[in-house]
């Protein structure tokens, strides 16, 4: 059984720093990506960034240059660090695995970040 779990979330002012972690487990995923996604109240859930299982990283332009994904393979975890945080920032983040060619069908439940401004 997959599971994948969050932490690291909280109130932060802006222009502060988070670091977000998310352990997997329930079978191997070193091949897997391993991304972030968030939802504020109210509307969808967008896509923050992804990681590869050789490294090849994606983010989406609201966060790039502000925001750093990571892995760690041997811990299977993935790690989102945030920094110049913004008020718009305030979501539910959500940790996420897809196999190679597959779709992000295994999710986490969800840590909350809030922005203050």
């Known amino acids: 059984q997959v599971q994948l779990v969050e932490s690291g979330g909280g109130l932060v002012q802006a222009g502060g720093s988070l670091r977000l972690s998310c352990v997997a487990s329930?079978?191997?995923?070193?091949?897997?990506?391993m991304g972030w996604f968030r939802q504020a109240p109210g509307k969808d859930r967008d896509f923050v960034a992804e990681i590869g299982w050789s490294g090849r990283i994606s983010y989406s332009d609201s966060v790039k240059g502000r925001f750093t994904i990571s892995r760690d393979n041997a811990k299977n975890t993935v790690y989102l660090q945030m920094n110049s945080l913004k008020p718009e920032d305030t979501a539910a983040y959500y940790c996420a695995v897809k196999p190679p060619g597959g779709k992000y069908d295994y999710w986490g439940q969800g840590t909350q970040v809030t922005v203050s401004s």
């Open positions: 329930g079978r191997p995923f070193g091949t897997y990506f």
